[in-house]
């Protein structure tokens, strides 16, 4: 009965901001790897953002690096993306996902739970 609902994408121009939301329910585990996927038409699913808890360690795809940054909310369940500078480039289907399994966090793509999806669209 774990849910992940994504919120917060929709069309910005060229240099605009975002901040996706994950709203995270019905996980309780102590440790855990959360991450920000996207998957761009005629595209593979890719790797945005990930936070380790409790470590707090990130890693941040070379796309995003300077540009966007995760965190989390742990009172209030919530995975946030915040999307600075963003490009035609970064127009998507993001989708956030949890994982038990803490180890290999940054490189996994095996995620065992998935949101359904919020659409960004940044248009030139």
């Known amino acids: 009965q774990v849910q992940l609902v994504e919120s917060g994408g929709g069309s910005v121009q060229t240099g605009g901001s975002l901040r996706l939301s994950c709203a995270v329910s019905g996980f309780t585990d102590d440790y855990y790897c959360m991450g920000w996927f996207r998957r761009a038409p005629g595209k593979e699913r890719e790797g945005v953002a990930r936070?380790?808890?409790?470590?707090?360690?990130?890693f941040y795809a070379d796309s995003a690096k300077g540009r966007f940054t995760i965190s989390q909310d742990n009172a209030k369940n919530t995975l946030y993306l915040q999307m600075n500078t963003l490009k035609p480039d970064d127009t998507a289907m993001y989708y956030c996902?949890?994982?038990?399994?803490?180890?290999?966090?940054?490189?996994?793509?095996?995620?065992?739970?998935w949101g359904q999806g919020t659409q960004v669209t940044v248009s030139s």
């Open positions: 996902a949890v994982d038990p399994r803490g180890h290999e966090c940054f490189t996994r793509v095996d995620f065992s739970y």
């Open positions: 936070i380790i808890y409790p470590g707090g360690f990130t």
